[in-house]
């Protein structure tokens, strides 16, 4: 769920926004999917989210009028919901955090990767105490810090920050989120790698419960899924 490049799809340009939609868009391959995420009404608008609804609502109008002209004031920017739970913690130690996510690029190679994860790791040493899970920085930083370990093939580690980033993607990404089920699918594999039969089957299952209504069953990361659910349901029947 990175940004790769720019599409151009005449007619999904005409969904208006919210920051809490009734439908996302996922992308196979070059194909744009919409999905519906809950109950829509006859003649309720269709709505997806321009911005990344994880920012805090000052961050989303900011991004908002800066790239679309426009204001939202959906109920979810009208009643500014979780922004306190977004920004908690000790301001001066999450705008370092901030400050440090978004210098983060993309690394080429091991070397770069071990830099990043040495950065994060000192961070989050520095910052425990001071700053919880659920800051979105920090959860920033988590992501950042799995995704480096996973490309150097430090599972044990992978899944110890994956781990502390499933209890605020349950909180920021309620209901059907493809970014919670894509989640929850890291990390169900990652348990699987280090043998948790019983725990990966668990979460793959949520993923599954997510995916299949984010992408649809016969999208190719759902079908990724239920090759590892069907592989750990046969290792926890050997034993």
């Not at 920051?19 to 391959?29: A, L």
């Not at 979460?203 to 997510?210: G, H, P, S, V």
């Amino acid at each position: 769920m990175q940004d790769v490049g720019v599409g151009l799809y005449p007619s999904m340009s005409l969904l208006n926004h919210s920051c809490d939609p009734n439908c996302v868009i996922v992308f196979e391959g070059y194909q744009l999917l919409l999905h519906s995420v809950r109950e829509i009404q006859i003649g309720e608008e269709l709505t997806i989210s321009y911005v990344e609804s994880l920012m805090p609502t000052r961050e989303r109008q900011k991004q908002l009028v800066r790239q679309y002209c426009f204001e939202c004031d959906c109920l979810l920017c009208q009643n500014q919901e979780k922004d306190a739970e977004k920004l908690a913690g000790e301001e001066q130690v999450w705008k370092e955090v901030k400050d440090a996510v978004n210098a983060v690029r993309y690394p080429k190679s091991k070397e770069e990767w071990k830099h990043v994860l040495e950065r994060c790791q000192n961070l989050l040493s520095s910052n425990k105490g001071h700053l919880p899970d659920t800051n979105i920085y920090q959860l920033k930083m988590l992501d950042c810090a799995m995704d480096a370990c996973i490309n150097l093939e430090s599972w044990e580690e992978a899944l110890y920050y994956g781990s502390r980033t499933l209890e605020p993607y349950s909180l920021y990404y309620p209901g059907f989120h493809p970014l919670r089920a894509v989640q929850l699918m890291r990390v169900g594999k990652l348990q699987y790698s280090q043998g948790m039969f019983p725990q990966a089957l668990e979460t793959l299952k949520q993923a599954y419960n997510i995916m299949k209504v984010t992408h649809g069953t016969d999208h190719s990361l759902m079908k990724v899924l239920m090759e590892i659910k069907e592989e750990c349901d046969a290792m926890m029947r050997l034993q």
